[in-house]
């Protein structure tokens, strides 16, 4: 089957056959997940490893890793739109598909991970304002409204959808109005990437998560923007050098990318500075504080290696990595350091949900580790394979790089 | 001690050093509540105990061993404003609630949406999510209280204080043109326990007994130093019972740190 009047004009694509065998891994892991969510929409909860002591689990985790990773959508369009960076106008449509579907993913999976999906709505209708929850609910649903608007005008253009007079038309005025969801995106994302790390620093009761801060907003409120806003460009930036690599294709300038990886750098420091002095307040004069010592935080098997992790491998080594220059102009450095620094900002969140659950506060209580089940592996792969197969359907189809075909100047 | 805006809070203090682990209180509650009984009840960290007896030892050989005994019901936390418990305030669907009247925390079941962040809010695993559907065998659903809903799966419950109690005894009260009594409002648990341990009412009421047992020298709160200000006292004569109900840094003298317990 021949397909190639679907592709973008001045581009080639792989033949149907490895594409189709890639959209059947994808298609396979998927299945995986389909199987979860019906065992645990049928039988309920239970057939995850969760319990009373561990609330949360990997669905929480990877709910706000994707979440911190699809920032890139968000702070690319502020750049893009709001700041005029032109060179990221390269980029922005692969961050928007990303972050389309990272948000999109993450509330997939939050509808299976409440215990009454059917009741999902009561934390619009019954909202509790004081809920950083509430703020987070909120948020991710009316951005991912902003993303489904700026998603559409790309898929719109589609070389055959683009005949259409009218859709043509269409997504030429959505595109010159694209800076009021650009502005609109950035004020959502910017307090839902808060409230998350909000929802941690306001369990006062929970020392590991707990926060001073100010006014009504612990400190994780604000390292959670910062975190993401640093890893987003990141992630973005890796997945079209990923792009890059498996399609053979040049796809964005090393200069777009240099710039992403600046941007990110540079917010990283800002973030570490930050984040290493909450970690000694909090390790040395809040904990204390309550009548413990951060040893107790630490152990087996959620020791200090992930203190190490996070901040030590997925933070000042990527960040020393992105604020070089000779680093910005490699491929493969670059592309590892933007990889280490997705990797902090997902143990970040990891750290924060599963470690925060696993300390005792009773001194008589017992620590209790968790393992996921097959079936939370599998709605978490669920979400992988969903990326993957949006994805790879967006660029197979949907001019997202235009730079491509200037930059394959032999397709 | 913050109170609700009526001036009622009502708590409970426990002795400690009454309590012999019977486990009457959490039966009592069970029945009480319509507390199912699963087909797996050894699976504790998925099983329903609104409330939970704890044993604790002072972790000292035999023959020098003690053992105690921690009813841990919901602890009914005010906060440090007086009004700000550690779940209540997070659930986003309102599904629970901290009374103005009684500073009792409820639980609606039917507008929760078990997204267990309360659970992960509470520091005294006083909240329990229902994992499973509860089965009903034949015959058992026959004694079941009409006065309160059982639970479906999916949802957040927890002890309430027998709320319904204080409900049937406001609406006596009420027809009788008098206050809720002491004696007319006492939890299942409070009347269940054999040896007098747990002693229920409002505790800012100087005519219940509570009001003098919580100003104790042996009194104390589990967690003071979160600043939870919870409803439920307990009172112990030995100091390494009292030393397990918060966390102390090894150098930290007992009586330095405490910050409720005998006021």
Known sequence: ????????????????????????????????????????????????????????????????????LGAGAFFTGFMTYVLKREELKNIINAAVIIGFICYSGAILMLGIDIGQPIRGWFGFWHANVHSMLTEVMFCITTYLIVLIVEFVPLILENRQINKVPDLHFFAH????????????????????????????????????????????????????????IAAGPSFTTSIVMITEIVSGKKLTTQKTKAMMAKVSGYLLLFYLVLKISDTLYWAFVQTPGMGLSPSVYYQAPYGTWLLIAELGIGGILPCILLLSPQVRSSYFILLVAMLLNCFGVTMNRFVMTIQSLAIPVLPFEKFIAYLPTWQEWGISAGVVAYGFIVFSLAYRYLPVFPQEPKLNPTD | MSSSSSGIRYGMVIDVDKCTGCGACSVACMSENNIGVLPDETDKVRSITWLRVYQIDNHKPYPDTQIAFFPRPCQHCAGALGHHTPCVSVCPATATDRDEETGIVSQIPTRCIGCRYCVAACPYHARYFNWFDVPWPDGLDRPLSPFVAPRMRGVVEKCTFCFHRYQRAKNKAFVDGSTVAEKDYQTACTEACPSGAITFGDLNNPEHKVHELKKSPYAFRLLERLHTNTAVYYMSTREWVRRQADNYLSHEKLAKVQAGGGH
């Open chain 1, 173 to 228: 005025n959505l595109h010159t109005i694209m800076i009021v969801f650009a502005a609109t995106g950035t004020f959502l994302s910017f307090f839902h990437q808060g409230s998350l790390g909000g929802m941690y620093g306001v369990l006062f009761a929970r020392p590991f998560a707990a926060r001073t801060g100010v006014l009504i907003w612990p400190w994780t409120f604000f390292l959670f923007i910062l975190s993401a």
């Open chain 1, 1 to 68: 089957m021949d397909d190639s009047k679907f592709w973008p004009r001045g581009t080639t694509r792989c033949g149907t056959v490895p594409f189709g065998l890639w959209m059947l891994f994808c298609l396979l892991m998927l299945g995986w997940a389909l199987v979860s969510a019906f065992l645990v929409l049928y039988k309920g909860l239970n057939q995850t490893n969760m319990n009373d002591y561990f609330a949360f689990g990997v669905w929480i985790v990877v709910d706000l890793a994707v979440i911190a």
